[in-house]
């Protein structure tokens, strides 16, 4: 039975520095990618979340060899095919990553296998990936567009598709069967996402080439290579803005991803007038990281966040409303209707829940609005609706409530980042 977490004020500011837990989508694409490269690679700081996990084990299960070196180095060897298991059955537990990019990786290959999935991953739709993958080719049997999802492997020809949504699973499901496709495949969607895939595909020496929201991929065999993974940007994004609502706060985030698809957070906290400073950058494995100087803001002020800003920042949604409530004025988020198709309706959970601790919140049919600046009071109870996303930016909203919160669910945060409450810890000493 799960216990409520408890959450109370911190009556002290956070210091001293912190050190982010390994980016999840590198991670994911890390494994993905060494597995389908023949000989050995290496991956330095994997990602310890649960949903990494399930796509290590899917890969395992898929005939590739894998040992942790130590907690955080995991070593691959591969044969450059995928073998598999007896039952073609393969859990991807509640990562959506696991189960759209692997179904474009198993479409194309010469046997057939099913992607299954928890509660909450069997409601998100599928038909996303489902039609760029029959229009190369591929057959794949679903229920009404959900998990679970049976592949028949077939061979695949490469497609010009222009995409309705910019999606990086997408994308990434396309460009991955694309490899394996004859011909060009080739992606185009209205805005750019995150373009982790194609940077590893060409550090890992694929025949890939991208201008703007189009990338174009051949046939191509991949290189193993040795893959160091940056902090994830997506994590740190509660400790960036923990830091500018906590007043006296000063501390520095090591190693942080700041590839440019990802950094929406770094862009809406400058609009808003945040004290973010980036300091060491560099660039590792085909990606940027740094560290980042985050300091308490006094005079935040609100903006509108919509269109293009939308790709770089969708996960930080949640956390970014907690910091609009300590803004002047009104932030207007739009153009964020999948937010709906994540492990929870994130609009509506996350405006009934922090409605609940004092937050000034109305839910909009793509977004919501935030009227600033709140006194955040406390003293209720929330629920998470299986969301880690949901369950970190209440504790973050938690850190400035007069009185202390409860949140159900909290462990839930283990799916992507087991050590928060310990990193959290670690500021506040």
């Known amino acids: 039975m799960s216990v409520p977490k408890k959450v109370a004020r911190v009556f002290e500011p956070l210091k001293g520095s912190v050190t982010i837990p390994a980016d999840k989508s590198i991670s994911h694409r890390a494994v993905m990618l060494a597995s389908l490269a023949k000989g050995k690679s290496v991956i330095k700081n994997f990602s310890s979340g649960t949903d990494c996990q399930s796509t290590l084990n899917v890969f395992k299960a898929l005939g590739i060899e894998a040992k942790f070196t130590d907690a955080k180095t995991l070593k691959i060897i591969s044969s ?33 296998s099913v992607l299954i999935g928890d509660e909450s991953l069997s409601k998100r739709p599928m038909g996303r990936i489902i039609k760029p993958l029959s229009l190369m080719g591929g057959l794949i049997d679903s229920v009404e567009g959900h998990a679970p999802l049976t592949i028949r492997g077939k061979s695949l020809a490469g497609i010009d598709y222009i995409s309705p949504l910019s999606s990086a699973q997408v994308k990434s499901c396309v460009l991955l069967a694309g490899i394996n496709a004859s011909g060009v495949t080739t992606f185009e969607e209205p805005v750019l996402s995150r373009d982790h895939t194609e940077r590893m595909l060409k550090y890992m020496g694929a025949d890939i080439k991208a201008e703007g929201r189009r990338v174009s991929v051949k046939k191509s065999g991949l290189i193993p290579k040795e893959i160091e993974i940056p902090g994830d940007i997506s994590s740190a994004a509660f400790f960036i803005v923990a ?44 990606e940027e990281r740094a560290d980042l100087r985050v300091r308490y803001t006094e005079n935040l002020k609100s903006c509108t966040i919509s269109g293009a800003d939308i790709p ?46 004092g937050i000034d919140i109305d839910e909009t049919p793509d977004g919501f609005i935030v009227r600033g600046k709140n006194i955040l009071r406390g003293g209720v109870e929330l629920e998470t609706y299986h969301d880690h996303r949901l369950a970190m930016s209440f504790y973050v909203a938690g850190l ?7 949140i159900n669910g909290f462990e839930w945060t283990n799916i992507s980042f087991p050590e928060f409450e310990k990193l959290f810890a670690e500021l506040s000493l």
């Open 80 to 112: 450059g095919k995928l073998i598999p298991n007896t039952d073609n059955i393969y859990p991807c537990g509640n990562s959506g990553t696991t189960m759209r990019l692997t179904a474009g990786i198993l479409a194309g290959q010469k046997f057939d």
């Open 243 to 286: 830091g500018l609502i906590v007043k006296g706060s000063d501390f520095v985030i090591k190693n942080v991803g700041i590839n440019p698809t990802r950094t929406g957070i770094i862009d809406i906290v400058k609009r808003m007038g945040g004290n973010v400073e980036i300091l060491d950058s560099r660039i590792l494995s085909g």
């Open 312 to 357: 770089k920042l969708i996960d930080e949604l949640p956390v970014i409303a907690v910091l609009a409530s300590q803004a002047e004025g009104e932030t207007f988020v739009s153009d964020a209707a999948d937010l709906r198709n994540k492990e929870s309706d994130r609009i509506f959970c996350l405006v009934k829940e922090l409605r609940k601790v």
């Open 400 to 406: 400035i409530c007069k009185e202390e919160i409860l």
